[in-house]
């Protein structure tokens, strides 16, 4: 069974840093596209970042020059560096492995 497993998230005042993980077990090839979504209360999950192949990388409009993401040494492992946060980064944020797999979510709050 594929699971994808994120930590990192947590409670941080505005201008602060957090850095995310998320790790796949289950699944031995790579996955081509491992990406950042976010779920704010009332909102529905946006796509913050996404790394393919290569150096290929997108990010929203939103978080470009704060949010940096990357891929581990070991497969199937990806991080989000947030810097510069604000309080609208407020959200679950959701590792996305593939076209269908998802992890279980992690807490972001910042504090204005």
């Known amino acids: 069974q594929v699971q994808l497993v994120e930590s990192g998230g947590g409670f941080v005042q505005a201008g602060g840093s957090l850095r995310l993980s998320c790790a796949a077990s289950?699944?031995?090839?790579?996955?081509?596209?491992m990406g950042w979504y976010r779920q704010a209360p009332g909102k529905q999950r946006e796509l913050v970042a996404d790394?393919?192949?290569?150096?290929?990388?997108y990010y929203a409009d939103d978080v470009k020059g704060r949010f940096t993401i990357s891929r581990g040494n070991a497969r199937n492992v990806v991080y989000l560096q947030m810097n510069s946060l604000k309080p609208e980064d407020t959200a679950v944020y959701y590792c996305?492995?593939?076209?269908?797999?998802w992890g279980q979510g992690t807490q972001v709050t910042v504090s204005s």
């Open positions: 996305k492995g593939g076209d269908s797999f």
């Open positions: 289950g699944i031995i090839v790579a996955f081509n596209t």
């Open positions: 790394i393919g192949r290569g150096s290929r990388t």
